[in-house]
C-alpha cells in the first residue's frame, strides 16, 4: 500500500493518521508512504508507516498515478488531497486531517498525529542551536512562526516584534524565530530583535525536535501549528481566512485567536472568499489582530501549562 504526500510540511503531518486506518482496511500489508525528502526524516519520526520514501523530485503537486503498478506488488495507492487542490475554489467545512483522509474515501478514529523525536535526536539537536544545559538553565524556550506563508495568513512583521518586545518585558525566555525566511535581510521578518532565528537553517527532524523542547509555539496558519500538536506542545495560532477549528491539533492543548470581522472564514466558503496573494477586504481579518490579544493568550497558555506540571 502506497501513500502519496509530497508537501506542505502541516499536510504532510496531517496525512499521517491515514496510514493507521489503511493499516486497519489492508491487515498484513506493508505501508509505504512517499514524500519529498525534505520530509522523510519528520515521517519516520511518526512510525506511522512501515517504510519511508523520499527524493528532491518528489515536491507538491506530486502524486502517482493510482494504476501504478511495479510486477503488481502495489495494491493500491492514496494520494491524499484537501478541498481546494481538488476543486480549486472550494472551501473545505472540516479540519485538515478529516479533509485529506476524505478525499481518499477514510474516516479517521485517531485524528491526531504524533510524532516521537528521540531523547537522543532532542539533545543533538539542543547542543546544535545552542540551548544544552547551562545555555538555557530554566528559562522558557518559546517559538514563533510568521511564514511565510501564503500573503492572506500573514500577520504583519511589527506586531511579532511587539509581541516579542511584551514577552521579554515579562518572562525570562529564549524566542526562537522558525520559518524558511533565509535570513538575507531581504524579508522584514528577517530583522525581527531579541529573537535567535532558525528559518532555513533545520532538517524536519531537527524542527520536530526543538519544537519539542518549547513551552509553547506561537504560529500564522502553518506547518509549525501541526508539528507542535504531534509533539504536545501548547499553541497559540493566529487565523483570519480559516476557521481555527479545521487546523488547530485535535487532541493537543491550543487555542486559535480570530479578529471577529464580517468577512472571517472566507477560506471556508465557496467560492473562497480571497486569492492566495490578496483579498478583497485588504487582509483585514489579520489587520485586526493587535499584539496586545496574542500576548494576554500567550500568558494564559504558559500559566496553564504551569499549573499542570505542578499538578503532575
Not at 500500500?1 to 489492508?26: F, S
Not at 479545521?246 to 472566507?266: K, Q, T
Not at 477560506?267 to 496586545?292: A, D, F, Q, V
Request: proline share 5%; glycine share 8%; net charge positive.
Amino acid at each position: 500500500m502506497i501513500i502519496c504526500r509530497c508537501g506542505a510540511l502541516g499536510d504532510v503531518v496531517c496525512t499521517l493518521p491515514i496510514c493507521g486506518e489503511i493499516r486497519k482496511r489492508h491487515p498484513g500489508r506493508l505501508i509505504i508512504f512517499v514524500t519529498a525528502v525534505v520530509y522523510r526524516e519528520m515521517v519516520l519520526l511518526s512510525n506511522a508507516a512501515d517504510l519511508t520514501f523520499g527524493s528532491s523530485s518528489w515536491v507538491w503537486p506530486f502524486s502517482m498515478r493510482n494504476n501504478f503498478n511495479v510486477l503488481r506488488l502495489v495494491d493500491a495507492i492514496y494520494n491524499p488531497r484537501t478541498t481546494d487542490e481538488r476543486f480549486v475554489t472550494s472551501g473545505a467545512t472540516c479540519h485538515l486531517v478529516d479533509d485529506l483522509a476524505g478525499s481518499c474515501a477514510l474516516t479517521v478514529t485517531a485524528r491526531q498525529p504524533r510524532l516521537y523525536p528521540s531523547s537522543n535526536l532532542i539533545k543533538k539537536t539542543r547542543i546544535a542551536y545552542g540551548l544544552a544545559g547551562n545555555a538555557t538553565r530554566k528559562r522558557l524556550i518559546i517559538g514563533i512562526n510568521g511564514g511565510p506563508s501564503w500573503p492572506v495568513r500573514t500577520w504583519e512583521a511589527y506586531k511579532w516584534q511587539e509581541l516579542v518586545n511584551q514577552i521579554r518585558s515579562e518572562y525570562d525566555a529564549v524566542i526562537l524565530q522558525f520559518g524558511t525566511n533565509k535570513s538575507d535581510g531581504c524579508s522584514e521578518f528577517d530583522n525581527l530583535t531579541g529573537v535567535r532565528s532558525v528559518g532555513g537553517q533545520l532538517e524536519s527532524g531537527e524542527l520536530v525536535a526543538l519544537i519539542a523542547v518549547c513551552d509553547l509555539i506561537i504560529s500564522i496558519d502553518s506547518g509549525p501549528i501541526h508539528v507542535a500538536g504531534a509533539v504536545g506542545t501548547p499553541v497559540v495560532g493566529l487565523f483570519g481566512i480559516v476557521n481555527p477549528r479545521y487546523r488547530l491539533p485535535p487532541d493537543s492543548p491550543a487555542v486559535g485567536l480570530v479578529a471577529e470581522v464580517p468577512c472571517l472564514f472566507c477560506h471556508n466558503k465557496t467560492p473562497l472568499g480571497h486569492w492566495y496573494n490578496s483579498c478583497p477586504n485588504n487582509i483585514i481579518c489579520m489587520k485586526e489582530l493587535n499584539s496586545r490579544t496574542v500576548f494576554e493568550a500567550v500568558k494564559t497558555t504558559l500559566a496553564a501549562k504551569r499549573k499542570l506540571q505542578f499538578a503532575s
